[in-house]
């Protein structure tokens, strides 16, 4: 799969946020080991409600929405999720979505 793939995949899971209260201000897909076309991605998301909340219920809803929204072959594509404050500093980030379907979502 290619950034343009899953940055298409994606939508969907960008209009499910929206519709819950908590948009999505901007969405950028990174390759985690540029040049590698094999890779995963990163996907580096801006929301400002993140800044109202804890980092884990950050990370919370917006794993529990793509799970709502993808397959796990999407999923498989994502390296880690990294959330921007209103700053576009980095507010929380997890990495390694394969182990937190391991681990969490069985």
Not at 34 to 62: H, R, Y
Not at 90 to 106: D, G, Q, R
């Amino acid at each position: 799969m290619d950034r343009k793939e899953l940055e298409d995949s994606l939508q969907t899971f960008k209009k499910v946020c929206q519709a819950k209260g908590r948009p999505l201000e901007d969405m950028c897909i990174f390759e985690a080991y540029p040049g590698d076309i094999s890779t995963s991605f990163i996907i580096q998301v801006k929301a400002n409600w993140v800044e109202e909340m804890d980092c884990s219920e950050a990370i919370d809803f917006l794993f529990d929405t793509l799970w709502e929204t993808s397959d796990e072959n999407l999923r498989k594509h994502i390296f880690s999720i990294e959330i921007l404050d209103r700053n576009d500093e980095v507010h929380c980030f997890y990495e390694n979505t394969a182990e937190l379907e391991k681990s969490e979502k069985i």
